[in-house]
């Protein structure tokens, strides 16, 4: 190791910037200027932090010097990548690609080769062939997995290595793609580059982000859905133009491509129809069917409609026209000419009415074959319906509900007359108390009431018994004092 790094602290998080700038020396990466960020609305806290971010985008270094750095480093790139393709909804990418994503400043990092070999490793991203594979049996999927994916990466990677420089040992790595004893260069910098030269020419996609997309457009073509019969065929450049707004057209190939692996979709070139058509399955969890010859016919019919109306639109503005032209004979003078101007438009209105007919019956041809769809619907609604009451009616039969209503009515009656005869006397149907004593002992209540009643003091009746007053003025008396009253 050079002297320089002698003093080199493994455990701390991030070099220092004199450490930095020796390592890079004069590297153009690293000159700041003062260009726009990236638009990245969940970019992390340290984006905005010059020196970490040196060190961030610099070429990966020996794990041995600062594992901590180098770890840490891996980790956030990863979550990096996964954010901003996520935010972004970018579907598909390549280094070069991840690289103008996240420009910092005008500058670009240099360490995604080894991000993108570690996001395959764990499967959290996978080239485009690995995905447009068929999904298979989980037997299958283990064997590739454990024993056929490391093997054929094993073999791949020795021959590249062995072939590399004519120095095996100069190239051989770790598993996480580090160097053991990594060379240095000119510049007196140490480089860690994977060995996976053709990864800058490789295109990749995040699994769950193209499933993710693929349901969503299929959920989009399903709502559209009225006659399940006839509606699940589409154009295949109407399809283009359906859904140009929650997908590029670059992105659509091959999302439909990923569909079609899956049986989700069905893309056909009918010779028959001189036109590409997309049938996609109805429900999400069934696998699409062949196309039909209800379909084909359906198509046919609809195709034959719009032609005849295209036709019938043609002839009207050609009999608007020699409408004109009779006007303008007439006002001429030119009798003979207006007739025979007359005599073309009545052919021409009576192509109109024929070719107005013939499109009626199309269209009332093209809604029974939708409503086809809806009565075999109905029935096989009617048919589980019956099926389901007939299930729940087995072992119930009309002389067994006969025999159920007259017990109960049996219990009713029974139920009133035990009612009946708790309401009666317990004593041979008799009260226990004679009527006529019962009568004289009220009747002498009643007249003892009554006497107290008259007993009671009535203030009307003492003002009524006073005496009246006299009318006459009192007359004066003498009084003689008697003798024997004088003491």
């Not at 320089?4 to 020396?25: E, G």
């Not at 800058?200 to 559209?224: C, G, H, M, N």
């Not at 450049?237 to 140009?244: A, H, I, K, P």
Request: glycine share 2%.
């Amino acid at each position: 190791m050079p002297n320089s790094f002698k003093n080199f602290d493994q455990t701390s998080l991030y070099r220092t910037t004199d450490q930095l700038n020796y390592s890079v020396q004069n590297d153009s990466i690293y000159d700041i200027d003062e260009d726009d960020d990236i638009e990245w609305l969940n970019r992390p806290d340290e984006w905005n932090d010059d020196v970490r971010m040196k060190a961030l985008f610099a070429p990966f270094r020996n794990r041995d010097i600062n594992p901590l750095h180098y770890d840490n480093k891996i980790k956030f790139w990863k979550q990096a990548i996964i954010s901003i393709c996520t935010e972004k909804q970018i579907l598909q990418f390549d280094q070069k690609k991840l690289e103008d994503l996240f420009v910092r400043k005008g500058k670009r990092p240099k360490c995604l080769e080894l991000i993108i070999n570690e996001l395959l490793k764990e499967s959290s991203i996978c080239t485009r062939e690995e995905c447009l594979k068929p999904k298979t049996s989980m037997l299958a999927n283990m064997f590739n997995k454990l024993i056929w994916s490391p093997l054929s990466w094993s073999t791949s990677y020795f021959f590249r290595a062995s072939s590399s420089n004519g120095d095996f040992t100069s190239t051989l790595y770790t598993t996480s793609f580090t160097p053991k004893s990594p060379k240095q260069n000119a510049n007196n910098s140490f480089s860690c580059q994977s060995p996976i030269k053709e990864s800058d020419f490789k295109s990749y996609v995040f699994p769950y982000l193209i499933e993710a997309k693929s349901q969503e457009i299929l959920r989009k073509l399903q709502t559209s859905v009225i006659y399940k019969n006839v509606d699940c065929v589409i154009e295949y450049d109407r399809l283009t133009e359906y859904l140009s707004e929650i997908v590029d057209e670059h992105d659509l190939d091959f999302i439909l491509k990923y569909l079609e692996v899956n049986e989700k979709i069905l893309i056909v070139s009918s010779k028959e129809l001189d036109r590409k058509l997309v049938k996609f399955c109805f429900n999400s969890n069934d696998k699409v069917i062949p196309l039909n010859e209800v379909e084909v016919s359906y198509l046919k019919l609809k195709d034959a409609f719009n032609k005849i109306e295209l036709e019938c639109s043609k002839l009207s503005a050609q009999a608007d026209c020699l409408n004109k032209d009779i006007k303008n004979q007439l006002m001429s003078g030119n009798k003979n000419t207006a007739l025979k101007i007359l005599k073309k438009r009545k052919q021409l209105e009576k192509s109109l009415d024929s070719k107005e007919n013939i499109m009626q019956n199309i269209e009332t041809m093209m809604m029974s074959i939708q409503q086809a769809d809806t009565n075999k619907t109905t029935m096989d609604v009617l048919i589980r319906g019956a099926s389901a009451l007939k299930e729940a009616n087995k072992g119930i039969s009309i002389e067994q509900i006969d025999d159920t209503m007259c017990e109960i009515q049996d219990i009713y009656e029974q139920n009133n007359e035990i009612e009946e005869t708790l309401t009666r006397s317990p004593v041979n149907g008799k009260s226990v108390f004679d009527d006529k004593e019962l009568n004289d002992e009220l009747n002498q209540l009643l007249s003892q009431e009554n006497n107290k009643a008259n007993s009671t003091f009535n203030m009307d009746d003492l003002l009524n018994n006073l005496p009246s007053i006299p009318n006459d003025t009192p007359k004066k008396t003498d009084f003689k004092t008697s003798s024997s009253l004088i003491f």
